[in-house]
C-alpha cells in the first residue's frame, strides 16, 4: 500500500499546482503531513523494489518540480 501512495503523491507532483501543495504539506502543522519526506526516505530501504522506485520516483520528481519553481 506504501508503494501505491508514493506513486499517487508522484503523479500528483507532476504538476506545478501539485508539487506546491505537497511541499507544502511537508511544512504545515499537521504531525503526519511532515512525515511525508521522512517516509518517502524509508521506502528506500524495502524489500519490495515496486514501493523503493516509487518512493525514489517521487523524491525526484519533487526535486525537479520544486527546482522549476525556485529558479524559473
Known amino acids: 500500500m506504501?508503494?501505491?501512495a508514493a506513486y499517487i503523491i508522484g503523479t500528483l507532483a507532476e504538476s506545478e499546482?501539485?508539487?506546491?501543495?505537497?511541499i507544502g504539506l511537508t511544512s504545515s502543522e499537521n504531525a503526519e503531513s511532515k512525515q511525508i519526506l521522512p517516509d518517502l526516505t524509508n521506502m528506500l530501504k524495502f524489500n519490495d523494489s515496486e514501493s523503493v522506485m516509487?518512493?525514489?520516483?517521487?523524491?525526484?520528481?519533487l526535486v525537479i518540480s520544486l527546482s522549476r519553481?525556485?529558479?524559473n
Do not use: D, P, W
Not at 54 to 61: H, I, S, V, W
Open 69 to 71: 519553481v525556485l529558479y
Open 54 to 61: 516509487n518512493a525514489a520516483g517521487t523524491m525526484g520528481t
Open 17 to 22: 499546482f501539485g508539487s506546491m501543495r505537497i
Open 2 to 4: 506504501a508503494g501505491n
